[in-house]
Structures are given as C-alpha cells and as structure tokens.
T-cell receptor, first 109, second 114 residues
Framework: SQQGEEDPQALSIQEGENATMNCSYK?????LQWYRQNSGRGLVHLIL?????REKHSGRLRVTLDTSKKSSSLLITASRAADTASYFC?????????FGAGTRLFVKA | DTAVSQTPKYLVTQMGNDKSIKCEQN?????MYWYKQDSKKFLKIMFS???????INETVPNRFSPKSPDKAHLNLHINSLELGDSAVYFC?????????????FGPGTRLTVL
C-alpha cells in the first residue's frame, strides 16, 4: 500500500452533515498536510499539522494526528455542496511530498 | 494574477510524437515539481527542482526530460509518447523552510495519447 492512504475512497453525505476522512501512513513524518482538489483543477492546500501537534482547527476543518498509529483524520463540519471535491493527505519528507489516492466527497444539496 | 500557470491545458497527440508542457510560477519559490495524476486520481511525484537543480527523479522513464531555465520555470518534454502517458500532469511550486512545504499547484495539463 502507498504512503498516505485515505479512507474511505468515496463518501456521500447530505448538506449540513459532518464528513470524516482518514489517512494512514507508514514512515515517520515532519508534518502532514491535507489538500482539496475540485474537479478539473489543481490541488489546493487546506491545513498542515506538525508531528508534535495532535489537533488543529481552521474554520470548519478539524485535523487530528496520531503519530503512534501513523494516522490522521480530517473532519469537515456542517458540510456544504461546495465542499464536493477530492481530499488528499500528503506526508512531507522535505522536498519529497507523497500524496495518497484521495477521498472523493460528494455533498448533496 | 495566476500563481502557477501551465500551458497547454489540453494536449491530444499521436503515439510516438514528442511534446512539451510549460510551467511558470510568480511566487518567488525556490522549488518546483512535476506530478502525474492517473485516471484513478493517484498523484505521483515525477521530478523536483530546487534553485534550478534536479533533486528528485522518481524512476521516470528517460523519455521524460525536465528543464529549468530559471527558478520561475520548469518545463517538461516528453519523447516518443506512449498510450500509458495519458494522464493529467500538474506543476507545483513551494518554498521549503523549517520542515514546512506547502505546495501551490497549477491547473494541470490533460494529455491524451491516441
């Protein structure tokens, strides 16, 4: 399996619900990032959490990191139709960032 | 102002042809990247340049040759195109500092090899 694997692969929810995506990785990391990709577009950086942090918030986003389990989760609260996109975790090894396969989130209005 | 731009956005070509994709960033970043995203959305790093020097080459066939004329540009030339080269290619840039590496992506170039 690849470094930075997301789970689930796809998620469909109703507007207003919370969406949780998980990421597992294999090697030690400096930090972990989450990116969003809208259909037909490039990736956009959402949030970074350092290896010595356990939780971080940014607006409706909440990221947790458990280095003992080598896993992270991204929670999007009160989802909106505009949150429909693919979400990728990325583990950072200096100049080489490794992206997972992503979770495709579909938020129904 | 577009931070990271790529041209062309779409590229349709025949097998065996040679093609180039251009990338430019106006963010003043030292590091630029090429990624390949396949049909399953898996994003794989191909090359990374720092201050015009190649620092990562991820076992990409030597038909792919990146060129960085200056820090703001990283072009990708592909020789003898094959069907398996069909994908979306993304350019990105970042300023790596203190273990922090937020990358800024271009809009992508969708390459279709017929």
């Amino acid at each position: 399996s690849q470094q930075g694997e997301e789970d689930p692969q796809a998620l469909s929810i109703q507007e207003g619900e919370n969406a949780t995506m998980n990421c597992s990785y294999k090697t030690s990391i400096n930090n972990l990032q989450w990116y969003r990709q809208n259909s037909g577009r490039g990736l956009v950086h959402l949030i970074l959490i350092r290896s010595n942090e356990r939780e971080k918030h940014s607006g409706r986003l909440r990221v947790t990191l458990d280095t003992s389990k080598k896993s992270s989760s991204l929670l999007i609260t009160a989802s909106r139709a505009a949150d429909t996109a693919s979400y990728f975790c990325a583990t950072d090894g200096g100049f080489k960032t490794i992206f997972g396969a992503g979770t495709r989130l579909f938020v129904k209005a | 102002d577009t931070a990271v731009s790529q041209t062309p956005k779409y590229l349709v070509t025949q097998m065996g042809n040679d093609k180039s994709i251009k990338c430019e960033q106006n963010l003043g970043h030292d590091t630029m990247y090429w990624y390949k995203q396949d049909s399953k959305k898996f994003l794989k790093i191909m090359f990374s340049y720092n201050n015009k020097e190649l620092i990562i080459n991820e076992t990409v066939p030597n038909r792919f040759s990146p060129k960085s004329p200056d820090k703001a540009h990283l072009n990708l030339h592909i020789n003898s195109l094959e069907l398996g080269d069909s994908a979306v290619y993304f350019c990105a840039s970042s300023q790596v500092a203190g273990g922090y590496n937020e990358q800024f992506f271009g809009p992508g170039t969708r390459l279709t090899v017929l």
